[in-house]
T-cell receptor, first 114, second 116 residues
């Protein structure tokens, strides 16, 4: 069974541009979370979606937005990119509901902003 | 607000030696706790989790961790290090109870180096 998949693997953008990152959860998982991992730091929570609704939001500016589709895949959008947005963006999926924790992470999308 | 502190950003051990990676949490209520491993250019892999059942939790690859409420700690150990254990390790917490809507709060990470 396929794990969490993310696309693209790597991305290079310039300041001010917009980017869309994609995530497909494990089959049967209804919850998707997004994390930003800046080099040398632990991941920081951005969003969590469950059953297509936003269930949690971290301390990120409104330039960051996300959505979840009927097939439970998800997109993370970042507008007006800044140099500080350069990071590894991780997607994690879980069953949702009463299931504990977020155990399954994708390989991430490495975003470089020049 | 929850916080997780990992003591030591770098830990170096010899192959076959004990591995001890330290994690302390700050929370008014004991949270759920997790250890993840991250190999270079990869995502995070769950090693083990504590969810208020047994305080000694066994995970994959021979790792285990013990939840100590009195010390607000959740240190990760492995009796004998292997070269393949070299990676970065993250401790994380989330609110106990409820649904899985809660966020994970991660520590800064500890890079484990294993010498032959």
């Amino acid at each position: 069974d396929a794990g969490v998949t993310q696309s693209p693997t790597h991305l290079i953008k310039t300041r001010g541009q917009q980017v869309t990152l994609r995530c497909s959860p494990i089959s049967g998982h209804k919850s998707v979370s997004w994390y930003q991992q800046v080099l040398g730091q632990g991941p920081q929570f951005i969003f969590q979606y469950y059953e297509k609704e936003e269930r949690g939001r971290g301390n990120f500016p409104d330039r960051f937005s996300a959505r979840q589709f009927p097939n439970y895949s998800s997109e993370l959008n970042v507008n007006a990119l800044l140099l500080g947005d350069s990071a590894l963006y991780l997607c994690a999926s879980s069953l949702g509901g009463l299931e504990v924790g977020v155990g399954f992470f994708g390989p991430g999308t490495r975003l470089t902003v020049l | 607000a929850q916080s997780v502190t990992q003591l030591g950003s770098h830990v170096s051990v010899s192959e076959g030696a004990l591995v001890l990676l330290r994690c302390n949490y700050s929370s008014s209520v004991p949270p759920y706790l997790f250890w993840y491993v991250q190999y270079p250019n990869q995502g995070l892999q769950l090693l083990l989790k504590y969810t208020s059942a047994a305080t000694l939790v066994k995970g994959i690859n021979g790792f285990e961790a013990e939840f100590k409420k009195s010390e607000t700690s959740f240190h990760l150990t492995k009796p004998s290090a292997h070269m393949s254990d070299a990676a970065e390790y993250f401790c994380a917490s989330r609110n106990a109870g409820g649904t899985s809507y809660g966020k994970l709060t991660f520590g800064q990470g500890t890079i484990l180096t294993v010498h032959p």
